[in-house]
């Protein structure tokens, strides 16, 4: 507050001189510095091209909306910090929205974020590994939902499959495939997950849990 006050009591001193005096007072309050921070996925020069109108305008009277108007564009972004630095220099925090797989849905392709919310897509090169789904965004929802809830090893899982008899495929690492049942898939996934620390395990390639109370591997 007291730094506020002394950079508007030196504000008010310049501007109550001549006129000369008075544009210079303007113009050193002028944007010249942006600086991005804690940005993971976007580039800190793409969202910098985003806010080119922001340079040269006055640091006082700078309007928040314009810029949140601006970011809210870009997919990625979840939400922002603006901190002014007198007397030119602006601080923009990022927080990004995390997408924890692709989804290719009806030939169109977008990144499911971590709260299920669907992201315009984008070729990425950090992002390229991320597992694929094959289905509907509400299907991976509750399908991912039971997952987590089992502590199932999500991070070795390389595509989601959902077919129109309402069940799931997965593939794993090594394309190693699991095909799950339409009902009470989780005892399914659990005894996957027990199976999966026996010695044998590695020389299996499919597990097909499809017939009620029977195990076909391949």
Same mark, same amino acid.
């Not at 070795?156 to 008899?165: A, R, V, W």
């Given at each position: ?53 922001? #340079? ?11 810029? $949140? *108007? /601006?970011?809210? @564009?870009? =997919?990625?972004? %979840? ?81 989601? #499959? ?11 690492? $090594? *394309? /190693?495939?699991? @095909?799950? =049942?339409?009902? %009470? ?34």
């Amino acid at each position: 507050m007291k730094k506020r006050l002394i950079i508007a009591f030196a504000l008010l001193l310049l501007l109550s001189t001549y006129k000369s005096q008075k544009l210079f007072s303007i113009e050193i309050f002028n944007i010249k510095e942006i600086k991005i921070e804690n940005n993971l996925i976007l580039s800190k020069k793409t969202i910098k091209k985003n806010l080119a109108f922001l #340079y040269d305008l006055n640091l006082f009277f700078l309007n928040s909306f314009d810029v $949140e *108007k /601006k970011l809210k @564009k870009m =997919p990625f972004i %979840d939400s922002f910090q603006v901190k002014k630095i007198y007397p030119n220099k602006l601080i923009i925090r990022i927080f990004e929205k995390k997408p924890i797989a692709i989804l290719q849905y009806k030939k169109k392709k977008f990144y499911i974020s971590e709260n299920y919310n669907l992201i315009d897509y984008i070729d990425l090169a950090n992002n390229r590994d991320l597992p694929e789904v094959f289905g509907n965004k509400n299907n991976f929802k509750t399908f991912h939902k039971s997952l987590k809830k089992i502590n199932f090893p999500v991070d070795i899982i390389t595509k989601y #499959y959902f077919y129109d008899t309402k069940r799931w495929d997965l593939e794993i690492y $090594e *394309k /190693k495939i699991i @095909k799950l =049942p339409t009902k %009470d898939y989780i005892k399914s996934l659990e005894n996957f997950m027990n199976l999966s620390k026996e010695s044998n395990f590695k020389i299996y390639n499919v597990f097909d849990y499809r017939i009620n109370n029977q195990l076909i591997l391949k």
